[in-house]
Structure formats: structure tokens, C-alpha cells
């Protein structure tokens, strides 16, 4: 598939807590629209914050683009985080600041 016609969002996702990210951590991020539909998926191992993400879409399902929000949730052994709202995606590299859920 040539890249013009894939919508492609970047971004980090990290927290504001200053501990070490244990192995085995994964984070699952997707994009969405403002009726909730799952655009694009990934899962990814997460070695250290903050991790990148790349997700990919095709365009013809995307109404507007001005509109796409990202949803993450990062999975550990000591905890889990995750965004508490969506996030509108921005320009080109979206940062994703994730909240410790309490389990």
C-alpha cells in the first residue's frame, strides 16, 4: 500500500511518575473518532518512558481528520495507567500523558 493513501498518527505516550517501567510492560493505544469508532490499533512492548507509537488508518474511513482522538493504556506488573479522556490528536507527533487507575 503506497503511503499517500494511509493516514499515519505519531506520538509518545508517557506519566509524571518517576519509576522505572518494569519488563513485561505493554501499552495499547488506538485511534478513534468523536463516535467512538476504532480507526486504528496497535500494541506495543514499552522498554522505558516515553515510548513512541505509530498507528496507521485508511483515509476513506477518517470524516475529519481536525476530529481524531487517541485512547492508551499502559499495562505493568505494579500498576496500571491510562487516559482518563481522550486525546485530541495534534500536529505532527501527538503527546499522551497517562494516569495511574487504581485497580
Known amino acids: 500500500m503506497a503511503s499517500e493513501h494511509v493516514l499515519t498518527v505519531t506520538g509518545t505516550v508517557s506519566f509524571r511518575e518517576r519509576i522505572a517501567v518494569p519488563p513485561g510492560a505493554v501499552a495499547t493505544i488506538k485511534l478513534v473518532d468523536t463516535e467512538g469508532e476504532v480507526l486504528a490499533a496497535t500494541a506495543t512492548d514499552v522498554p ?3 515510548t513512541e507509537f505509530t498507528l496507521h488508518a485508511d483515509p476513506g474511513l477518517v470524516a475529519d481528520t481536525d476530529k481524531l482522538l487517541i ?3 499502559l499495562r505493568t506488573d505494579v500498576g496500571v495507567w491510562g ?3 481522550l486525546v485530541p490528536v495534534e500536529g505532527d507527533s501527538t503527546a499522551v500523558l497517562l494516569t495511574k487507575i487504581d485497580e
Open 83 to 85: 487516559t482518563t479522556e
Open 48 to 50: 522505558g518512558i516515553p
Open 71 to 73: 485512547w492508551a493504556m
